[in-house]
């Protein structure tokens, strides 16, 4: 037979354990809101296409990867997205960018898709200041994108991501199709 003060230590510690279960998950779930800034940084592959010619691969380096955005909820965020990388071509140095507007979502607390749409660039890289005559291209662009949060402290998150985005625009009257793959490092403040 249980005696009364069993059956309270027995609640007692139920209760307990609810409770800590509770503020566990809690602290874990930590709302996004307000504004958010993003970099990355990584590297991948460009795989070019120019009308009438075979395809060409290139690596590349990708750095800065901007991203400035606002949470619209605590799992949805609607972002401008500058991706960006180098990569050496016929002796010079490229830049295949991008300008997108798009969306963030966090499907998981953890794990979150990007999709973004706007204007493909293909220029010097910001840092080539030594180009006398450099040559802009614009266009259209898409982009889609995946990344798992694999630290968080507070309001800075670090995640790993990977990252598709198309290019479609014009060189000297030749269009042009440029797909680029990346696997970044993201540092995140929101």
Known sequence: MMSKNTKINKLQLAVL??????????QEIQERSG??????????TLIQKDEGASQVTYGKMSVLNLKLGYMLSPQTAICLHVPSGGHKQ?????????????AQHWFTNKFWGFAGAGLAMDMPPFYDTENDDP?????????????????????????IQAR????????????????AIDFLIGFNWF
């Open 35 to 44: 504004f958010i800034f993003g970099c990355a940084i990584g590297g991948g």
């Open 17 to 26: 354990a609810l409770l800590l279960t509770t503020v566990v998950n809690a």
């Open 164 to 179: 598709y985005l198309y290019g479609n625009y014009e060189v000297e009257g030749i269009t042009r199709q440029s797909n």
């Open 135 to 159: 040559d802009f291209y614009f266009g259209t662009a898409l982009s889609i994108g995946a990344g798992y949060e694999i630290f968080r402290k507070n309001r800075f998150s670090i995640d």
């Open 90 to 102: 016929n002796a010079e140095t490229r830049a295949f960018e991008a300008s997108l507007v798009g």
